[in-house]
């Protein structure tokens, strides 16, 4: 598959550890926050959202914590999978039609 | 549902030639966005396109264009290729494009310029 980013920062974890990969956004004016993942080969799969009137969101094994104050946004993995290894994007948007996103985190699963 | 499709899947060209790249977004949804992928620039927004119309743009050159049929299959152009527009090219669909609307992305079409 093609490289999504050659000088990606990388996270590795332990099999079943959890996870927690950061983002910095930049507009204060975003209100929707988005988390993707993207495997080798295949385009951005969604994960999880949230709405700038919230703080925290859960899914399954999925949390997303939004810090407007200091323009941040984590997205945290729990009990991580060999599955879970890919190359993961946050996007905001202010309404405007066009996500930004941010350069990726490249999580590794270790055995 | 059928997720987004995107054809051809790879592509080879070599400069100056033009390419055109096709998108059919998820069954009922009209909002269609083009997303440029490199590992040096990552993902960048080209454009928006609802109701056959374009609303948002991104700040890539005029060789970039795009249009919506009504059935709100996309297509993209671009002219004059050059080498670095080598690059994943990416497409989203959502219903309305809406604030809150999630874009849900298909495979892309992996564009070599030589």
């Known amino acids: 598959g093609e490289s999504v980013g050659l000088h990606l920062p990388t996270l590795s974890v332990q099999e079943g550890d959890n996870s927690i990969i950061n983002c910095a956004y930049s507009?204060?004016?975003?209100?929707?926050f988005i988390w993707y993942k993207q495997e080798s080969g295949k385009g951005p799969q969604f994960i999880i959202d949230?709405?700038?009137?919230?703080d925290k969101r859960q899914g399954q094994r999925v949390t997303v914590l939004l810090n407007k104050t200091v323009k941040h946004l984590s997205l945290q993995i729990a009990a991580t999978q060999p599955g879970d290894s890919a190359v993961y994007f946050c996007?905001?948007?202010?309404?405007?039609?066009?996500?930004?996103f941010g350069t990726g985190t490249r999580l590794k699963v270790l055995a | 549902k059928a997720g987004v499709t995107q054809t051809p899947r790879y592509l080879i060209k070599t400069r100056g030639q033009q390419v055109t790249l096709s998108c059919s977004p998820i069954?009922?949804?009209?909002?269609v966005s083009w997303y440029q992928q490199t590992p040096g620039q990552g993902l960048q927004f080209l454009f928006e396109?609802?109701?056959?119309?374009?609303?948002n743009k991104g700040n890539f050159p005029g060789r970039f264009s795009g249009r919506q049929f009504s059935n709100s299959r996309s297509e993209m152009n671009v002219s004059t290729l050059e080498l670095g527009d080598s690059a994943l090219y990416l497409c989203?669909?959502?219903?309305?494009?809406?604030?809150?609307?999630?874009?849900?992305f298909g495979p892309g079409t992996r564009l070599t310029v030589l």
């Open positions: 989203a669909s959502s219903p309305t494009g809406g604030h809150t609307d999630t874009q849900y």
């Open positions: 507009n204060s004016a975003s209100d929707y």
């Open positions: 949230i709405r700038s009137n919230m």
């Open positions: 996007a905001e948007t202010s309404g405007t039609y066009k996500y930004i």
């Open positions: 069954s009922g949804h009209r909002s």
């Open positions: 396109y609802f109701s056959e119309t374009q609303r």
